[in-house]
């Protein structure tokens, strides 16, 4: 009874391409976030949703556009890939999205740009 | 800027000894503090939390230590088992910003040797 999944758990594409990855929570949370691990390990939000709504849109290129059709799943979709955007990203939610909330992660999916 | 730093990527203590990992941060508007635990290809995990107004929480064998004037964090592991091999992430956040987010550090690996 996985608590946040996403998918795909791997993905390898050109560069140029677009593409999505999609997450749910089945935890009942008002909020979900994004993060990207980058080759430095270092893990930093990118985006955060709560009740659908946008509330945290840190410093990310536009290429990067996150959509929420209900609580339940917020997806990640990417324009035009770039080498740079090779990483691991991880989705997560947290119960009402305060900044002391658990958050729990999903295992994330492994972004490879060639 | 990285307000979270852990200065040790990793660590190797014998199983029944004590793991230490510390945590350094600059952000003095910081008040909650959380420590995360990672597998390889699994999201990171909630493992404990402190807020600015203890010095210390402990959960089985796990202890957080927070030292406000040093802008520091440690969590203890005692005894270290084998299964406690993964990476460590702290986190920090400001209550009550309204921002939703944590700010992590880039992780200790720790391998406990059996």
């Known amino acids: 009874d996985t608590a946040v999944s996403q998918t795909p758990k791997y993905l390898v594409t050109q560069m140029g391409n677009d593409k999505s990855i999609k997450c749910e929570q089945n935890?009942?949370?008002?909020?979900m976030y994004w993060y990207k691990q980058d080759s430095k390990k270092f893990l930093k939000i990118m985006f955060s949703?709560?009740?659908?709504?946008?509330?945290i849109n840190e410093t990310v290129p536009n290429r990067f556009s996150p959509k929420s059709p209900d609580k339940a799943h917020l997806n990640l979709h990417i324009n035009s890939l770039e080498l740079g955007d090779s990483a691991v990203y991880f989705c997560?939610?947290?119960?009402?999205?305060?900044?002391?909330?658990?958050?729990?992660f999903g295992p994330g999916t492994r972004l490879t740009v060639l | 800027d990285q307000q979270v730093k852990q200065n040790s990527p990793s660590l190797s203590v014998q199983e029944g000894r004590i793991s230490i990992l510390n945590c350094d941060y600059t952000?003095?508007?910081?008040?909650?503090f959380l420590w995360y635990k990672k597998y390889p290809a699994e999201g990171p995990t909630f493992l404990i939390s402190?807020?600015?107004?203890?010095d210390k929480n402990e959960d089985g064998r796990f202890t957080v230590f927070l030292n406000k004037s040093a802008k520091h964090l440690s969590l203890h592991i005692v005894p270290s088992q084998p299964g406690d091999s993964a990476v460590y992430f702290c986190?920090?956040?400001?209550?009550?910003?309204?921002?939703?987010?944590?700010?992590f550090g880039t992780g200790t690996r720790l391998k406990v040797l059996a």
């Open positions: 997560a939610s947290s119960q009402r999205g305060s900044s002391t909330d658990t958050q729990y």
């Open positions: 935890l009942g949370h008002d909020t």
């Open positions: 949703y709560n009740n659908k709504e946008l509330i």
């Open positions: 952000n003095s508007m910081f008040d909650y």
């Open positions: 402190i807020s600015s107004i203890k």
């Open positions: 986190a920090a956040s400001i209550s009550g910003s309204g921002t939703y987010k944590y700010i």
